[in-house]
Nanobody, 117 residues
Framework: QVQLVESGGGLVQAGGSLRLSCAAS????????INWYRQASGKQRELVAT???????NYADSVKGRFTISRSNARNTVYLQMNSLKPEDTAVYYC???????????WGQGTQVTVSS
């Protein structure tokens, strides 16, 4: 099974930027759909961004124009570039890899993002 490890979270002021990474081991992310989710304290987990195996992307309305998801198949890593951060972006961010053809559905442990006002 593919293991996912997120990194890049931290504390940043409003208006700042962070880049999250989701690195995979134990298998390839090629052909997989990768989702970034986030869960704020006391709230349900929400889908933030998706990138498919052929590079198509989709974003939640709340982050459109500010966040960019990308992937490096050579590095077996997916990124989430987050710009113009707002306090409401504060959450634990998780990556999720899905590929139904091989019954892949893996989650990382999450990385905390805190945006101060």
């Amino acid at each position: 099974q593919v293991q996912l490890v997120e990194s890049g979270g931290g504390l940043v002021q409003a208006g700042g930027s962070l880049r999250l990474s989701c690195a995979a081991s134990g298998g390839t992310l090629i052909f997989s759909t990768i989702n970034w989710y986030r869960q704020a304290s006391g709230k349900q987990r929400e889908l933030v961004a998706t990138i498919t195996g052929d590079g198509n992307t989709n974003y939640a309305d709340s982050v459109k124009g500010r966040f960019t998801i990308s992937r490096s198949n050579a590095r077996n890593t997916v990124y989430l570039q987050m710009n113009s951060l707002k306090p409401e972006d504060t959450a634990v961010y998780y990556c999720n890899a899905i590929r139904s053809a091989v019954s892949l559905n893996s989650w990382g442990q999450g990385t905390q993002v805190t945006v101060s006002s």
